[in-house]
């Protein structure tokens, strides 16, 4: 038996090749391979420099109060869909009340884990380590550092090859009384490279 479908499968392939082996080949009808002359090269995402991209959030009035809000940023895409990043925030604040200039400062570091869910969706958690003014103690000129976990997303907008603008909006799930910012952080921003 296993000397009979042996020998039929093999009649089978001998004829199917004999069978198309007769088929006559039209020189008009075989389209030549094309040949790639001066087409760009795709970039090589494997590449560290084609992983990064730059950007922030920057935020600023002026007038009797007197803010400003600087953070910028550094990414690193570890895949297509999920990159890892960080950077420095620093806020300056002044206010003219009643004759007396109040002044402060906050300052300090951050890192992320952004995730596109769709192609300009993203889910994003992370790490605030800010040095704030600290009221609580009475002491004058006094300062903390706080840890605010940020946990979110936002919306990417391209407005070229390169740039994006990013609009986002985070939830402070440590928030305490010395948390710079209420909930919900919104912030808008730009990427570059991305």
Same mark, same amino acid.
Not at 5 to 13: K, P, T, V, W
Not at 131 to 146: E, K, L, Q
């Given at each position: ?61 002026? #007038?009797? &109060?007197?803010?400003? $809000?600087? @953070?910028?940023?550094? %990414?690193? *895409?570890? !895949? ?6 960080? #950077?420095? &925030?620093?806020?300056? $604040?002044? @206010?003219?009340?009643? %004759?007396? *200039?109040? !002044? ?91």
């Amino acid at each position: 038996m296993k000397r009979f479908l042996s020998a039929f499968i093999l009649f089978n392939f001998c004829l199917i090749g004999s069978v198309y082996s007769q088929e006559p080949v039209n020189s008009s009808t075989v389209t030549p391979t094309p040949t790639r002359t001066n087409q760009p090269i795709p970039k090589d995402f494997n590449s560290f420099k084609d992983r990064l991209y730059f950007g922030g959030n920057v935020g600023a009035w002026f #007038g009797t &109060t007197t803010y400003l $809000y600087l @953070q910028p940023l550094v %990414g690193c *895409k570890i !895949t297509k869909q999920f990159s890892l990043g960080g #950077g420095f &925030t620093y806020n300056y $604040y002044s @206010q003219n009340y009643g %004759g007396i *200039k109040y !002044t402060t400062t906050i300052y300090g570091a951050n890192a992320f884990a952004r995730y596109f869910v769709l192609e300009n969706l993203f889910a994003q958690v992370g790490v605030d380590k800010l040095n704030v003014p600290d009221y609580t103690t009475g002491i004058i000129d006094s300062r903390t550092w706080v840890t605010n976990i940020l946990v979110g997303g936002g919306y990417r907008q391209a407005f070229s090859d390169k740039g994006s603008f990013v609009l986002a909006i985070y939830y402070n799930i440590n928030q305490t009384p010395l948390s710079p910012y209420p909930n919900p952080i919104v912030q808008a921003g730009f990427n570059m490279g991305f």
